[in-house]
Each structure stands twice: as structure tokens, then as C-alpha cells.
């Protein structure tokens, strides 16, 4: 596997190639991760991975600076997945001034859930993944984008980007990888003490017990038990920001009867001082 830190570097060992299958990170792998090394790779005639820790979509108050920065430790995974490719730019390559161009996603679906709760986080993500886009697809006829369905939102938000700006760019949304009690694997759970770990499962948890109560019949009081469902996690010294049930195509409120509509709950909820997101489609 090439680890190379320029775009123009990146582009070099691509050239020749036609078709990358690319997943883009923030490094701290997980199997999570590495699983989506491994579906993409079939779909492409090279593999890509580029791990950049993007300031432009954390808050000042977020953890940009503690965010784990474990760059040995993936690269020696990734090659193990079958990576050909890792770009991992510093900040100075891929931002060399204030990135004053931006993306800015429709509102309708970025400045709700996750964007409502974290303000201009789509506007981050969609614009690094965009360049990221430029710096591993420019000039090639097209190729595959891999991230994950734990990142429900954003995967909507980056497929109607594609669409939008006619990207020759496949989607892969890889299911969420969990742990043997249910939790969904992320970077930041390895900011959990051992009790709140044991504790974090509760999360899925919760999201299940949601789905089924809002599938026990045709018009369920979404409101009222999306409420029961973060109370009961506050109960248990959780901070829900929410426990919603949502149309899985555009992230809004589904409309009774709601029998045959692809549903997705989603969830956010600190645990002490770690945010944690989960999701289940049903
Ligand atoms: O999902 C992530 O890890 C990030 O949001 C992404 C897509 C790599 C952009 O920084």
C-alpha cells in the first residue's frame, strides 16, 4: 500500500487506473472501517482510503483537538483489507487558505437531526467530501464512494450532492458494524470509561424498542413515544437529543397509515461526555 500526504502524489499513483473504490475517514479505524475496505475493493480497479480529521465540520466546543489521531496503527489495516491507497493529507494541503467556498446542502434535510443539533455540520462534511472527491475522481470516468449507514444522514446527504452536481459516483452504503451487545462501532467509543461501555448498548436498545412499538399498529403516536423513548434513556442518566422515527428516502416524519413505508429510527444521546449516534432501518 502507497501512503501518500500530497494530492499530487495521490493523483500520480492513480493514474493509469479507471474506476477507484474510495472510502473516506477520519482515521481511529474499526472494523467498522475496515469492512467497507473490503465491499468496496471488488467494485473498483484500485482502492482508495484517505484519513483527514476535517476541523470544518466540528463546533469550537466539539473534539476536533482530542479526536485519536492513530495514523500507524490504520495504515498497517487498511493494507491488510486490500487498500492500495492511503491519502492522508495535513491540514495544510487540503486547506492551504480558509476554505471560503463551501458546500451548503439542502436545509430540508442538513438542518435537521444531526444539523440541527451540530449547526454546519453538513456544510463541513459536504464540502471536504467534495474535494476529496476532486482530489481521487478528477479525470477518471467514475468509480464507487463507501460510508457508512451508522451515518444515516450524512450518507443521504452525500448521495443528493452526487446528484446534484452530477458526479460520475456510485454510492456503497455499508451496514453498521456492532459489537456483540448490540453497540454500533465508532471512533469516538473509545472515548467510553468501562461503565459507560457497558452502558452504551442501550442506545440500540432503545432504537429497537422504538421500532417495534411504532410498527405494533397502522397510526402510532409517534410523538408520544419517541418522548416514553428519551425519557426512559434519561432515566438511565443519558442526554437524548433525539429518538425519532423518520421515512428512510428523505429523513421526514412518516404519515399514517404508515404500514408499507421504509421507516428508519435514529438516535443521538451523550453518555457522560460522549455523543453517541446509532440508527436501525425497519
Ligand atoms: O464519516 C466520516 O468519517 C466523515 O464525516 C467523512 C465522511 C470522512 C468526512 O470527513
Redesign the pocket.
Same mark, same amino acid.
Request: proline share 8%; charged share 10%; hydrophobic share 45%.
Given at each position: 500500500m502507497h501512503i501518500v500526504h500530497t494530492i499530487a502524489e495521490l493523483r500520480a499513483h492513480l493514474a493509469g487506473f479507471e474506476r477507484p473504490a474510495f472510502v473516506?475517514?477520519?482515521g481511529n479505524l474499526h472494523d467498522g472501517h475496515i469492512a467497507l475496505v473490503k465491499q468496496a475493493k471488488p467494485l473498483g480497479d484500485v482502492t482508495v482510503s484517505s484519513i483527514?480529521v476535517?476541523r470544518l +465540520?466540528f463546533a469550537p466546543n466539539e473534539d476536533f483537538d482530542s479526536y485519536p489521531r492513530t495514523l500507524d496503527a490504520d495504515a498497517q489495516r487498511l493494507e491488510e483489507a486490500g487498500c492500495n491507497v492511503l491519502f492522508a493529507p495535513r491540514e495544510k494541503e487540503l486547506y492551504p487558505e480558509p476554505q471560503t467556498y463551501k458546500v451548503h446542502p439542502a436545509t430540508d434535510l442538513s438542518d435537521i437531526l444531526e444539523g440541527h443539533f451540530r449547526p454546519g455540520f453538513f456544510i463541513g462534511?459536504s464540502t471536504?467530501?467534495l474535494k476529496l472527491f476532486s482530489c481521487v475522481f478528477a479525470g477518471m470516468p467514475g468509480g464507487v464512494a463507501a460510508?457508512?449507514k451508522k451515518?444515516y444522514q +450524512?450518507v443521504l446527504v452525500v448521495r443528493r450532492m452526487i446528484a446534484q452536481f452530477a458526479l460520475p459516483i456510485e454510492v456503497l452504503a455499508g451496514e453498521t458494524q456492532r459489537a456483540s451487545d448490540g453497540l454500533a462501532l465508532s471512533s469516538r467509543n473509545s472515548y467510553l470509561s468501562q461503565a459507560e461501555r457497558e452502558e452504551a448498548a442501550q442506545l440500540s436498545i432503545a432504537l429497537r424498542a422504538l421500532s417495534q412499538a411504532a410498527r405494533a399498529s397502522d397510526s402510532p403516536d409517534l410523538p408520544a413515544l419517541e418522548a416514553q423513548a428519551m425519557q426512559a434513556l434519561a432515566r438511565r442518566g443519558w442526554k437524548p437529543d433525539y429518538l425519532t422515527v423518520r421515512r428512510r428516502t428523505d429523513l421526514l416524519a412518516p404519515q399514517a397509515p404508515m404500514a408499507q413505508e421504509p421507516l428508519v429510527v435514529l438516535g443521538a444521546a451523550k453518555l457522560g461526555n460522549t455523543r453517541l449516534i446509532d440508527n436501525l432501518e425497519f
Open positions: 473516506p475517514t477520519m483527514f476535517n +465540520q462534511v471536504v467530501v460510508f457508512g451515518d +450524512q
